[in-house]
Structures are given as structure tokens and as C-alpha cells.
């Protein structure tokens, strides 16, 4: 996590200033400012480079056995989370910062769905009755409102839905240690 990134999770976008995130990187804030003449410019960088990210891990992800399992922490992933807020909080008045998240949200859409429904069929699921599009809608919201649960102090019943994807997972891409103990009784 870079250093705006750092700022922007204990103080709020608000508290990303030239000269806070220069200190922070050791470097002269005339510099920064050289790089990204607008804070925006730098909020846009920072969304690209942590879209980026994603994409890598959910490349890795199509190639490994378990790519639910890999959209289910990314999305449960609390510090992404916290970012991602803080970014939609900062897209209600900044167009450019709007437009970014929509155009990656769409790259980690389609990336998410191409690891996954290659393997639809090995999993005996029948794409009229479990839509991977729908499956991974529900994953990936289904964290993201229980973190605006925790941060407002709501309670809209999305505790319950976890568990019936864990099941669901446990099911279909039993972890490690589940599926080595498998693997031992049938033998």
C-alpha cells in the first residue's frame, strides 16, 4: 500500500494533501505536484494501479482451482473495502474520480467472470439455474454492505447470506485441508 493509499485509510481522502503525502514519501512536495498537477490526477492513479492489482490476482485466480474462493476474500477483503468507500465518498463531487471507478469496476466485472465461468460446467451447474453474473453480483455485495453495516451501525440481515455462500463454497471449492481429508476417505 503506497502512501496515499496509507493517508487516505486513517484520515480520509480529505487529509490527502501535497505536502502530507510528500513527507510521507520522503520527497519534496514541488515534486509530487510535478507528477499529478491536480489531486484528482492522483486519486485516478491510485484507483488504475489498485484496479491493476486486481486484475493480476484474478488472472492468477482463473488458473488455480478455486476462483470463487478468490472473489469471495478479494470482496471480503476489509482494507479494499475501506478504500473503495473512501473513493465513492470522493466520487459524489469529483466526475473524473466517478467515471475511474466505473470503468474499473466494469475490468474487475469481467475478469472476475472470465476465472470463473470457464469452470461452471466442472462444477455440474447449469448456467439457466446459477447465472455466474449473478453469483458473483451477490459475492461480491454481499461484504461490501456488511462493512456499511459495521460503519453506520445498521442491520439489513446480510450476516445470514453469508453463510449460505460459505456453504455454497464449502460445497463447491472445498478448502485445502477439507478436500485433503476428502481425498484420504475415499482412499
Request: charged letters at 25%.
Amino acid at each position: 500500500m503506497n502512501s496515499a493509499q496509507q493517508l487516505m485509510l486513517e484520515h480520509g481522502y480529505a487529509a490527502v494533501t501535497y505536502r502530507g503525502l510528500a513527507a510521507r514519501a520522503g520527497v519534496a512536495a514541488s515534486l509530487v505536484q510535478y507528477y499529478f498537477p491536480t489531486l484528482d490526477d492522483l486519486f485516478v492513479a491510485l484507483l488504475r494501479s489498485g484496479t491493476d492489482r486486481i486484475l493480476e490476482r484474478f488472472s492468477e485466480a482463473s488458473q488455480t482451482e478455486q476462483p470463487l474462493r478468490a472473489v469471495w476474500e478479494y470482496a471480503s477483503d476489509r482494507t479494499a473495502t475501506a478504500l473503495l468507500l473512501e473513493f465513492m465518498a470522493l466520487a459524489n463531487h469529483r466526475k473524473a474520480i466517478q467515471s475511474e471507478i466505473g470503468r474499473g469496476g466494469e475490468r474487475v466485472r469481467d475478469a472476475q467472470l472470465e476465472a470463473v465461468s470457464r469452470q461452471w460446467t466442472q462444477y455440474g451447474l447449469d448456467e439457466r439455474a446459477v447465472s455466474p453474473a449473478g453469483l458473483l453480483f451477490m459475492m461480491n455485495a454481499i461484504p461490501r454492505m456488511l462493512a456499511l453495516e459495521e460503519t453506520f451501525g445498521t442491520h439489513t440481515g446480510h450476516r445470514d447470506a453469508v453463510e449460505t455462500i460459505e456453504r455454497f463454497l464449502d460445497h463447491i471449492e472445498p478448502r485445502r485441508h477439507e478436500r485433503e481429508e476428502q481425498d484420504l476417505g475415499a482412499d
